[in-house]
């Protein structure tokens, strides 16, 4: 019998995790604890997307018949609700693992409205999608190594369209990833503003508008 070592290792037990917030009740696939591999840290729901999930309920006007881009998705919490919004919805991540969980979201949600995508950040392979009007991402600005991919990709998206509007949440993590990506957004006239901090975790969660 083959045995493939790397699902052996591969956290995979999800289970379903209740998010609720004003009228909006939702549940999702989700692994309750970290995995021990840095890049599936997108199996869990973190407080960074409960946030900017709170903050697209409150402004959900914002969304009202909008083509959203979730970058970084996770379990894709966030793009889900913003579904309920939006004219279309797309949730993506760069880890096929990641991605697969939110494909298992949206065969157990059936909405009609969303789709998935494998999306590694970069400025070609952003040109796969097209007449984006407002992207969200969550904890998207991590890793060292993903800050100028990222930064590509916003530049991209500007480009196309400078009304394009951008929210973003997390936590300050490493202080040199924060000054990279504001010296870089700022060189193309999209600086992070602080919209909202909460405070109700271990860590402050910031959300920013670009």
């Not at 004003?22 to 970290?34: K, M, P, R, T």
Request: proline share 2%.
């Amino acid at each position: 019998m083959d045995i493939n070592l790397g699902e052996i290792f591969i956290p995979n037990d999800y289970t379903l995790t209740d998010f609720k917030y004003q009228d909006i009740e939702i549940q999702l696939y989700s692994l309750n604890s970290g995995s021990t591999d840095f890049d599936l840290t997108g199996q869990i729901i973190w407080p960074a997307s409960i946030e900017l999930t709170k903050f697209i309920i409150d402004n959900n006007q914002l969304f009202k018949d909008k083509n959203v881009l979730e970058l970084g998705a996770g379990a894709g919490l966030c793009g889900f609700v913003a579904a309920k919004y939006a004219k279309n919805v797309i949730i993506t991540d760069g880890n096929q693992i990641v991605q697969d969980l939110i494909t298992k979201n949206i065969e157990h949600l059936k909405l009609n409205n969303v789709q998935g995508s494998l999306f590694q950040w970069g400025y070609e392979n952003s040109k796969a999608f097209k007449d984006i009007d407002i992207i969200i991402g969550a904890d998207i600005i991590f890793w060292p190594q993903s800050i100028v991919p990222l930064y590509e990709t916003v530049k991209y998206f500007n480009e196309q369209n400078e009304n394009i509007q951008m929210f973003v949440s997390g936590i300050k993590r490493y202080q040199q990833t924060e000054d990279e990506i504001d010296n870089l957004l700022t060189s193309i006239k999209r600086p992070r503003v602080l919209i909202k901090q909460i405070n109700d975790y271990k860590q402050i969660v910031y959300i920013y508008k670009l």
